[in-house]
């Protein structure tokens, strides 16, 4: 038996995208293009009717038995195709691939779940579909319904179930799945904090198992808590693999606008972001220099540059907070105040900035990542961009910078401490 | 996790299936030993679309008789007080309500199946499990509106006073070579309807000629001499490429008893029907790598 309880060699995927993505191919297409045929067989360069893009391209990795491998990338750098793969759901384009064991995966909670049944016909249908026998999940019922906390709800149709209860027993179906590799997408995004802690215990159990588990997330507390290892994919291709601590850092830092400023070319814009147009975001420390690395004891300011086409009611730009672990900082609005709430309360079309200051000593030292994005509330997000920037940030002169050591947290606030000795 | 879940309960090293992953080429081997393996989750979703089939309608069940019944009163009225067309010894309206069955239940169940791969959509791309699970349970779940109907249909036989004939045990074979026929096509259907939407738009009009290609309204008897006077040669005999002409048929014969088993619309039908579920098997098998990536 191999020693690998996943190989994957050369595997590649290629979608075909374009003009014809939008739609299926009918009958008429099938007809034109094999009256075409003589013309393509002759000419095959003049053929290019559909573009291909390669979603995923000569990835080959290597999973021993009982490891626990986080793969980390941006949006479209291939980690969900690559999931699929694996898990069976489609085929590669080429290459090969290995798997020793028993797979489970889990590209998302829920799947088959149906609004009319209840509960308990749910976790019956779920189970089945993830792969459970009927009497496994006869012998868990009670441990999921616990786990979910749904006890009293159980013979209700999930149809009435709120949105946390729905993903709770979901989720709950699916921790309860045992295979010998497990491959999770990021299904823990899910229910409110203290059910995600839930998961996430359950998750490193599962780990501590001697079980196989690949595990994809954008939550890299999640992934630096429940895997050793790492590979970083970029644009299909596997571009680092290191303990994930390493693998982490190396994404953060990867890729970012190091010059403190972003600016968006037309080319990359979502076309459902009209009439909203980013033109740029940069950070400038109080001299006005747009600067990528600055001190704690200075205060910076944040700057959102857009043209807006027409108007917008409501309209707000917030930016984002980050660490390079991955954990929020903050979150703030540009009309968070009253007065500019009131004044943009509908944003006239025109060339905008949008500027805020943030004071001093509130970052400990590290990297941050500042995300931006431009919504209306609970009605649309014209544009959003996680990751927009990096900025490093240099303790020097912090409070307690007395001592060399790292400070825990991502805020270093300078709080008044008063010592008091008591009278007598 | 419960103790019991600790690695001493995973499967022997030696004993862990390896699966390939690799593009594959041509056509696909049937993989009947996959389909086995994954019978429960055919019960399941068979069971999922019979729970749900007549949840939030006000009749619910009754569907399943109106539209037969509201069926067989239209046909009396055109081919009997308009047309005119005999059918021999058996009332009218028994008569077609005895071919309504089967064809209702293949016809709901082409319908169904031909839209199974697309209104599952969400379990395709997310889960992987043998696809021809999703066609075959749109089709067993019909066999619910088939029975309720059936009970009417029984009904009928005691009012008309047909008693039962030695011939009764062939109706679960008759309804079970309708689920072939159906499961046949839906299988082509199906996987084009992915490739294809014109199947969505195409589906209804074909389904209603093939359903006055079926004797159903009129006897089998009837449209054979008028087609044999009609074509040359032995061209007559293309009718029974249709395989639910010898389903109906044997109804019929085996409910009504009044006729001579119609064993030539029968081999046709059984020749015809296991044609189109083996060739709709493979073709589905060979379309199936791409449904994800379809849908």
Redesign the interface.
């Known amino acids: 038996m191999s020693e690998y309880a996943v190989r994957v060699e050369n595997i590649g995927k290629q979608f075909r995208i374009g003009a014809e993505i939008n739609r299926s191919p009918t009958f008429r297409d099938v007809i034109v293009d094999a009256l075409r045929w003589p013309q393509r067989v002759l000419k095959p360069q003049l053929n290019p009717s559909y573009d291909h893009i390669w979603a995923l391209r000569d990835v080959s990795f290597e999973v021993k038995h009982g490891q626990v491998l986080g793969i980390i990338g941006r949006n479209g750098a291939g980690k969900s195709t690559l999931l699929k793969i694996l898990s069976r759901v489609t085929e590669p384009t080429e290459g090969y691939a290995e798997i020793t064991g028993r797979v489970g995966a889990l590209l998302e909670v829920g799947t088959g779940f149906h609004p009319e049944l209840t509960g308990r016909e749910n976790i019956f249908l779920n189970g089945a579909v993830l792969g459970m026998k009927r009497k496994e999940i006869a012998k868990k019922f009670d441990e999921i319904v616990e786990f979910a906390g749904v006890n009293k709800f159980i013979d209700t149709p999930v149809k009435r179930y709120s949105s946390g209860m729905y993903l709770r027993l979901a989720f709950s179906v699916a921790a309860h799945l045992e295979p010998e590799i497990l491959v999770v997408d990021e299904v823990l995004a899910v229910g409110d904090a203290e059910f995600q802690r839930k998961c996430l215990g359950k998750m490193s159990d599962v780990a501590q198992e001697g079980r196989t588990v690949l595990f994809v997330s954008h939550d890299m507390s999640a992934v630096l808590r429940l895997t050793d290892e790492a590979i970083v994919l970029d644009k299909g291709r596997v571009v680092h693999r290191a303990p994930t601590r390493e693998a982490v850092d190396y994404y953060m830092a990867s890729g970012y606008s190091q010059s403190g400023e972003r600016i968006y070319q037309p080319a990359e814009l979502p076309p459902d972001a009209a009439p909203f147009r980013p033109l740029a975001v940069r950070v400038r420390d109080p001299r006005g220099n747009v600067v990528d690395a600055m001190r704690s004891t200075e205060p910076l300011t944040v700057e959102i540059e857009y043209r807006l086409n027409s108007p917008i009611k409501g309209l707000r730009l917030g930016i984002y907070c980050m660490t390079n672990r991955g954990e929020y900082v903050f979150t703030s609005f540009d009309t968070d105040m009253p007065e500019e709430y009131d004044k943009f309360a509908v944003r006239p079309a025109g060339h905008f900035t949008s500027r805020c200051q943030i004071p001093a000593n509130i970052f400990n030292e590290g990297q941050y990542i500042l995300g931006m994005n431009a919504s209306v509330f609970r009605v649309k997000r014209y544009f959003h961009d996680e990751h927009a920037l990096a900025f490093t940030v240099d303790a020097a002169g912090a409070p307690g910078k007395q001592w060399g050591e790292i400070r825990l947290g991502p805020v270093r606030p300078d709080l008044n401490w008063q010592i008091e000795e008591a009278a007598g | 996790?419960?103790k019991s879940?600790?690695?001493a309960?995973?499967?022997a090293?030696?004993e862990?299936?390896?699966?390939?992953?690799?593009?594959?080429k041509g056509w696909s081997a049937l993989n009947l030993a996959d389909l086995w393996r994954y019978r429960?989750?055919a019960?399941?979703?068979t069971?999922?679309d019979i729970?749900?089939r007549y949840?939030?309608t006000m009749l619910g069940a009754l569907w399943a008789i109106i539209q037969p019944l509201l069926q067989m009163i239209v046909f009396n009225f055109l081919f009997g007080n308009l047309g005119g067309i005999p059918t021999g010894d058996i009332p009218r309206p028994i008569f077609t309500f005895t071919a309504l069955l089967p064809w209702n239940l293949f016809s709901s169940a082409l319908s169904d199946a031909s839209r199974s791969l697309v209104s599952n959509k969400?379990?395709?791309?997310?889960?992987?499990?043998p696809r021809l699970l999703v066609p075959f349970s749109a089709i067993l779940s019909g066999v619910v509106d088939f029975l309720i109907a059936f009970v009417i249909l029984l009904g009928m036989m005691v009012y008309y006073k047909f008693p039962l004939t030695s011939a009764v045990w062939a109706v679960p074979l008759f309804l079970l070579l309708a689920m072939v026929s159906a499961l046949g096509v839906g299988l082509w259907l199906s996987a084009w309807n992915?490739?294809?939407?014109?199947v969505r738009y195409m589906l209804p009009f074909v389904t209603q000629l093939w359903m006055f290609l079926t004797p159903i309204a009129y006897p089998l008897s009837e449209a054979s001499d008028k087609l044999l006077h009609l074509l040359p040669l032995n061209l007559h005999k293309l009718y029974f490429l249709n395989p639910m002409v010898g389903v109906v048929e044997g109804f019929r014969w085996a409910l009504l008893g009044s006729q001579q088993a119609p064993t030539e619309a029968l081999i046709y039908a059984v020749s015809v029907s296991l044609l189109l579920l083996v060739s709709g098997m493979y073709y589905f098998r060979r379309m199936e790598?791409?449904f994800?990536?379809?849908v």
């Open positions: 996790m419960p879940s600790q690695p309960n995973l499967p090293a030696q862990k299936e390896v699966i390939i992953l690799q593009p594959s429960e989750l019960f399941f979703l069971w999922r729970k749900v949840k939030q969400n379990m395709i791309t997310k889960v992987y499990f992915l490739h294809y939407r014109d790598r791409t994800a990536d379809m």
